[in-house]
């Protein structure tokens, strides 16, 4: 068996941390509903700002509210604002990866959530596990407009960071697919 992601929301924000409240993390269950997280389920929390990693609950909170509060000891461990990553998993036979197709979305600065990804993993001619995300695209319906790209430019810089090439493919066609029309 592999621990792999279920579930995951990419940079939701704190909107509060409850010191006194029993342990847990209290998400918005529209929002947990998207992704497939469920209420008691376990998830890992990793922050942003700070590093800080924990593992605690999901309780559900107000519909619609787009709220992420920590609560109890969780609380000491992120600030109002901080961006943080939750993610759910599951344990998989490995052979079961070509059926998983866990749901990302990832939030604007208000928690509203903007684009919705999943991960696939499929056989193909060049690797067993060949890893792709796709996009079902933007929630908010938000055009980003570029002038005069580099794009040889872009992808040093991103070859930089650390990405590599499929990574700098994703992500020019992804940004620059408006302007090929």
């Not at 309780?59 to 509210?65: A, H, K, L, R, T």
């Not at 599951?90 to 990302?104: A, G, S």
């Not at 990574?167 to 020019?172: M, P, S, W, Y």
């Amino acid at each position: 068996m592999i621990k792999v992601v279920r579930a995951k929301l990419h940079g939701i924000t704190i909107t509060g941390a409850e010191l006194h409240y029993h342990g847990s993390i209290t998400l918005d269950p529209e929002v947990c509903e998207q992704a497939g997280i469920f209420p008691m389920e376990f998830v890992e929390i990793w922050n942003k700002d700070s590093g800080a990693r924990i593992s605690t609950y999901v309780i559900y909170g107000e519909p619609g509210s787009r709220c992420c509060i920590l609560n109890g000891a969780a609380a000491r461990t992120c600030q109002k604002g901080d961006q943080v990553i939750i993610c759910a998993s599951d344990y998989i036979q490995p052979k079961e990866l070509y059926q998983l197709r866990p749901t990302v979305l990832t939030f604007t600065p208000d928690n509203q959530v903007d684009e919705v990804m999943h991960y696939e993993v499929r056989e193909t001619a060049e690797r067993q596990h060949d890893f792709r995300i796709v996009r079902e695209g933007s929630q908010q319906g938000t055009t980003r407009s570029l002038q005069q790209v580099d794009v040889e430019a872009l992808s040093t810089e991103l070859r930089s960071r650390g990405l590599d090439d499929r990574a700098i493919a994703d992500i020019l066609s992804k940004h620059l697919s408006q302007f090929s029309h």
